[in-house]
């Protein structure tokens, strides 16, 4: 069965410090890659995605993310957070253009 | 226009009640989609549709459930029936095209609590 894991459930890191989020992924085939973020009570919002090509992606706010094939990864980084980054973070994969499966979510804190 | 809107925002509903929750996508976005989201959980996919063709159904977990697209715009998701169970947020996404070709757009959701 398809599936996405975020092994992290909880990451704190102090303003400043960088950042990486995992995600690691179960498929027959590559899929089209995504990262979503969603701030208490609002919808998520897309950060970045891969299809194809380059395997480092640069999203907004300053986020990327690199496809690893091999390792069936697609982690997401920030070299230096900010506090209005703290958030729950989603990983999702798409295969076609019908459903995507979700990770469960990692939950940013940001200390000052 | 604006982004996904969804309404109501909040639901308390009875056990064994019926509720309706609506979806207004973006304009223009073809696909829709409706998400399952428990607590501390991410979305899990319920259905899918394409303008006003119900694609994919396969993430509905009972006959309770139903959703419609009749004019391939705005769309329902009715539960009939509710169970605690139930209880959750219920989000709306909205893309130009399917998934794999264009991103989701989401809705802030409805949260339903059925007690």
């Known amino acids: 069965a398809q599936s996405v894991t975020q092994p992290d459930i909880h990451i704190t890191v102090s303003e400043g410090a960088s950042l990486e989020l995992r995600c690691n992924y179960s498929?027959?085939?590559?899929?089209?890659l995504f990262w979503y973020v969603q701030s208490p009570g609002q919808g998520l919002q897309l950060l970045l995605k891969?299809?194809?090509?380059?395997?480092l992606v640069q999203g907004i706010k300053g986020f990327e993310a690199e496809f690893k094939r091999s390792q069936s990864s697609f982690n997401l980084r920030k070299p230096s957070v900010h506090w209005s980054d703290a958030a729950e973070y989603f990983c999702?994969?798409?295969?076609?253009?019908?459903?995507?499966?979700f990770g469960d979510g990692t939950t940013l804190t940001v200390k000052p | 226009g604006a982004g996904v809107s969804q309404s109501p925002r909040y639901k308390v509903a009875k056990r064994g009640q019926d509720v309706a929750l609506r979806c207004d996508p973006i304009?223009?976005?073809?696909?829709l989609f409706w998400y399952q989201q428990a607590l501390g959980q991410g979305p899990e996919f319920l259905t899918y549709?394409?303008?006003?063709?119900?694609?994919?159904k396969s993430g509905l977990p009972s006959d309770r459930f139903f959703a419609e697209r009749p004019e391939g715009s705005v769309s329902t998701l009715k539960i009939q029936r509710t169970q605690q169970e139930d209880s959750a947020v219920y989000l709306c996404?909205?893309?130009?095209?399917?998934?794999?070709?264009?991103?989701?757009?989401f809705g802030n959701g409805t949260r339903l609590t059925v007690t």
């Open positions: 996404a909205s893309s130009l095209a399917g998934q794999g070709i264009s991103p989701l757009h």
């Open positions: 498929y027959g085939a590559t899929p089209y």
């Open positions: 891969y299809f194809s090509g380059d395997t």
């Open positions: 999702a994969v798409a295969f076609n253009a019908g459903k995507s499966t």
């Open positions: 304009s223009g976005h073809v696909s």
């Open positions: 549709f394409q303008n006003e063709a119900q694609l994919d």
